[in-house]
């Protein structure tokens, strides 16, 4: 239902914030209060039987699964170019990963927010359990958590090639 991105392990490693905000009031626009966009039961759609196989599937694709704007190639914004780089400076293997592009699908777009009720895209799995959106990832990579995270579940490529590997040299 939804096409996959693969990548070989040169383009993974070549990949080198905004608050979704509103004002409460449309008062005095000098004295709006910005709070952030939440998902809420009121506001939250049915996920469809069909919709959450389909997603379902794609998280089972591959250990670590990236949903994401654009490709890991051409990433369409700066929160999932910055995903895509963490994990090429991680080393995640590309026989191991797989990307899907929302912007391809509406319906995978909403979904996967139902799907693991997370608001915001990029979301990454790893061993069929979500992890977090980007914020998530940076802090993670940043404090060794994702590091360690990759290592125990066995999606790195062989010889450690992450940071400081040869191809990431140019």
Known sequence: MFSRSIL???????QTT????????NANPSSQILRPILF??????????????????????????LFMKGTPETPQCGFSRASIQILGLQGVDP???????VLEDDELRQGIKEYSDWPTIPQLYI?????????????????GELAKLLDEKGVLAAGGEGEGGSEMQS
Do not use: W
Not at 8 to 14: D, F, G, N, V, Y
Not at 40 to 65: C, G, H
Not at 127 to 143: A, L, R, T
């Open 127 to 143: 061993d069929k359990e979500f992890v977090g959106g980007c914020d998530i990832i940076v802090s993670m990579h940043q404090n």
């Open 40 to 65: 809420n039961p009121q506001t939250k759609r049915l996920l469809s039987e069909q919709t959450r196989l389909a997603i379902d599937k794609a998280v089972s694709s591959a250990p670590v699964v």
């Open 8 to 14: 070989t392990r040169s383009s993974l490693l070549r």
């Open 95 to 101: 026989e191991k990963f797989a990307a899907f592009n």
């Open 18 to 25: 905004t608050s979704l905000l509103r004002p409460t009031s």
